[in-house]
């Protein structure tokens, strides 16, 4: 395990803005017998319960999920709620030198695909998640930045023109709008995702950490503190809270890394005038440890940051310091504005780069579905999709960019962190006042 272990008690589940803004669902019991199904799941965030819904839904598959906590817990109740394009570290050029412009065009149709999976699981199962406008703009963190964007080309906004569109800052010289994506509350998308799978007869388990994987006659034995699944196959969506021992191969594969969310109290309109940031799209910033903050429906202020070592209570307050003092350069007329709440989470890198969807080489009937690089909402979720449909037998079900099975961290993993984060801040530089 990478970090310390409080990161991943279910016992310390942050008092997340999200958990105080939606009902509960009520506690999933353990798994207290053995039983046998088609498909076991591990993990009950946007993967486990997409692949659920889907294995049930359109292949009539008996399924179980077990969640070592309580559905939602991990990265899927306590993220940002962008529900955006993403999932890897590669940009196009990238992805086009490694598998080909088809597959270039094939990655780009599969983020896409993910809002509309996002879009149409909301419809589909009635879950209101408090949507919010479409589209996202990504600001340009310093001139270099910026200089880029308008090279790029595609629909820039300078200083004057974020201003007029609602979108003032103190920092950012410009930005690129994309118009795809929407804010979401993911506790209640992740919750609504939870009731479906009950309603459709999934056996969903909570507070039943998987303990053993152990290769069974047609299947494999999946072991929980008071109970067992014999599987014939098995579908591991842990992501950023996965252990590395279920099953051995992954050790060392993924790198967890972790994410700040701070909420202030609700912004009065005046309040809003003043900054002149008065709308309610998701925005994001050109640094590597990127910022991220989007206004939510009741005008409080969700403001991410990505970094930070260790779950201990000094370096993770330290940590909302610094986050504080760049939002309060973002935007000084908010400065007196009090957080509500902060917490953190793990997402989950890989040596690709890019999210895995496939098989466990050598282990016939276990797979997985992990590595959304920060970016799950949309990508977990078609991503579970696609998992569940590769297990049923669907050939070239998930994206060729998702195929390719991690290589191992060559470097200790924090020591490449640390180090990563080091050059990232001299690459990105510090965040300036306009
Ligand atoms: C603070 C934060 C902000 C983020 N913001 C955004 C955002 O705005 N937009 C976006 O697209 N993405 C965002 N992300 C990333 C996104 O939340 C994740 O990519 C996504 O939720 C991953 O979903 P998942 O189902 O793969 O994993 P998770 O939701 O993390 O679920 C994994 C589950 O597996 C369970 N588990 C682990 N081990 C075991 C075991 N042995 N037995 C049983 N269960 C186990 C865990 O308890 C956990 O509930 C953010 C993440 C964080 C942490």
Redesign the pocket.
């Known amino acids: 395990m990478l970090y310390e272990p409080i990161g991943h008690d ?1 016992a310390h589940w942050p008092d997340s803005y999200w958990r105080a803004s939606c009902p509960a669902l009520p506690p999933c019991p353990p798994l207290a017998r053995s039983s046998t199904v088609d498909v076991a799941i ?8 997409n692949a659920a819904l889907e294995l049930v839904e359109s292949h009539g598959a008996d399924v179980a999920v ?4 309580q ?14 394009l ?1 999932g890897t570290k590669l940009d196009a050029t990238a992805i086009t030198r490694r598998i080909g412009a088809a597959g270039a065009a094939e990655w780009d149709a599969f983020e896409h695909a993910g809002i509309a999976r996002v879009r149409d699981n909301l419809a589909r199962y009635r879950i209101d998640a408090q949507t919010t406008e479409t589209g996202e703009i990504q600001l340009a963190a310093n001139a270099r930045a910026w200089a880029r964007m308008q090279r790029a080309g595609g629909e820039v906004l300078d200083a004057t023109q974020l201003r007029e569109h609602g979108l003032n800052t103190a920092v950012y010289p410009g930005g690129a709008m994309t118009r795809a994506g929407f804010g979401l509350h ?1 506790y209640a998308y ?1 919750t609504g995702l939870a009731r479906a799978a009950l309603a459709a007869g999934v056996a969903l388990h909570g507070d ?4 053993g994987l152990t290769p069974a006659q047609a299947g494999w034995t999946v072991q929980t503190a008071q109970g067992q699944v014999h599987a014939r196959q098995v579908l591991i ?7 590395e021992r ?1 099953p051995g191969w992954l050790h060392r594969r993924i790198l967890p890394a972790l ?3 701070m909420v202030t109290e609700p912004i009065a309109p005046a309040d809003l005038q003043a900054q002149g940031w008065t709308r309610h799209l998701m925005a994001y910033d050109s640094r590597t440890l990127l910022h ?1 903050f989007r206004l939510l429906p009741d005008n409080r202020m969700l403001f ?1 940051a990505r970094g930070g070592m260790s779950f201990r209570p000094a370096p993770v307050a330290r940590f909302a310091r610094e986050a504080r003092q760049a939002f309060d350069m973002i935007f000084p007329a908010w400065q007196a504005v009090p957080a509500a709440y902060h ?6 890198l890989t040596t690709s780069r890019a999210p895995y969807i496939g098989p466990v080489p050598g282990a016939p009937g276990l797979f997985l ?2 590595g ?1 690089h ?7 979720s078609h991503g ?1 999709r696609c998992a569940a449909r590769a297990l049923m037998g669907v050939a070239d079900a998930a994206p060729r960019l998702t195929r390719r099975p991690p290589a191992r961290f060559p470097l200790p993993r924090k020591l490449a962190l640390r180090a990563g984060m080091a050059l990232a801040g001299l690459i990105d530089g510090p965040l300036r006042p306009r």
């Open positions: 279910p591990i993990g009950a965030g946007y993967a486990g319960l077990l969640e070592a906590a559905p939602g817990w991990g990265a899927s109740g306590r993220n940002g709620g962008f529900c955006c993403g993911p992740v039943s950490r998987v303990t969506a842990t992501n950023g809270y996965s252990d279920l994410s700040h969310v991220y991410g917490w953190n989470g793990l997402v989950c579905a992990l959304w920060g970016n799950g909402v949309a990508a977990a579970g």
